[in-house]
């Protein structure tokens, strides 16, 4: 028992010192374990596991979106098979660590976020618009944090075209060939047994390089999604309480008297400085014949 509590005690230090990208992991890892083991739970009183992720998922049709308005933002953390997770968090932990060579974490949790919104909304957009998906629209749904991650990679592939990683078996290659090489795939794959998910993919891969174009410009598309986020986390918390204080104004004789003080200390300093050097002088008496010499 003291073993396990030492265990969590650990996780917990990491998680609260860890990065934004290492949180991400950790929330995602987190939400999984939880997900299965109450899939287990859920078998054994003969329920299928998959009632409780509709809590969880994000629907096709925006009728069932009114009453789950929350998917929007679950559905990017939820996983339900374990090689989905892997994959993901291997894409989010490599092309995240090069995300934060050029970009703030804040920036990192902002394309991570909006990302899969913007994953959400073309998965949306796409079933109810294109015939071949309309028949499929009131059953579908979509989870995991793919579309975050192609959002994350499309934004460092595109604002660094010229960014080179080393593959396994193939050697060194441009970043951006490979998120085209993934575009072109996920393109090829919408009429798959998976295509919500690969058009999620490309709504994130789509903000991504929207997200570059403006950084470039100096725009960050983020910004206002972070300071929705500290709205929301400083909701509750009470702002400091400000002290004011009154200085009484100098009078005449206070302002002499200041002034005959000081001539008489830089005087002591300049005869110092005579007979001994500059070095002889403390760091002190040395910003005083600095500060002197300004006025």
Not at 171 to 176: E, N, P
Not at 220 to 246: C, F, Q
């Amino acid at each position: 028992m003291q073993r396990m509590e030492s265990i969590f005690g650990n996780l917990q230090r990491l998680f609260r010192s860890g990065s934004i990208l290492t949180k991400f992991i950790y929330i995602n890892a987190g939400a999984f374990i939880v997900i299965r083991l109450a899939a287990v739970l859920f078998i054994l009183f003969n329920v299928q596991p998959v009632s409780f992720l509709h809590y969880l998922q994000i629907p096709s049709s925006p009728l069932q979106l009114l009453y789950r308005p929350w998917t929007i933002i679950t559905y990017m953390f939820t996983h339900y098979d374990f090689l989905h997770i892997l994959f993901n968090m291997l894409w989010l932990y490599w092309f995240g660590k090069i995300f934060l060579q050029f970009f703030t974490p804040r920036r990192l949790g902002g394309v991570y976020i909006l990302g899969g919104i913007a994953g959400a909304a073309l998965f949306m957009l796409a079933y109810n618009v294109f015939p071949y998906f309309r028949t499929m629209a009131s059953s579908s749904a979509l989870i995991g944090a793919s579309a975050s991650v192609m959002a994350i990679v499309f934004a460092v592939s595109f604002y660094r075209k010229e960014y080179e990683i080393a593959l396994l078996f193939i050697g060194r290659i441009k970043l951006i060939y490979l998120a085209l090489g993934t575009f072109v795939l996920d393109f090829l794959a919408i009429a798959s047994t998976n295509a919500g998910g690969h058009i999620a993919h490309l709504g994130g891969a789509f903000f991504g390089i929207w997200f570059a174009s403006r950084m470039k410009a100096g725009k960050d598309l983020t910004a206002p999604m972070n300071r929705l986020i500290d709205k929301i986390v400083n909701i509750g918390k009470r702002k400091p309480e400000m002290h004011v204080s009154y200085k009484r104004a100098e009078t005449d004789y206070d302002y002499n008297a200041r002034k005959r003080k000081e001539r008489i200390e830089l005087d002591a300093i300049l005869d110092k400085l005579k007979h001994s050097g500059y070095e002889s002088l403390s760091s002190e008496e040395k910003k005083r014949l600095f500060d002197a010499s300004k006025k």
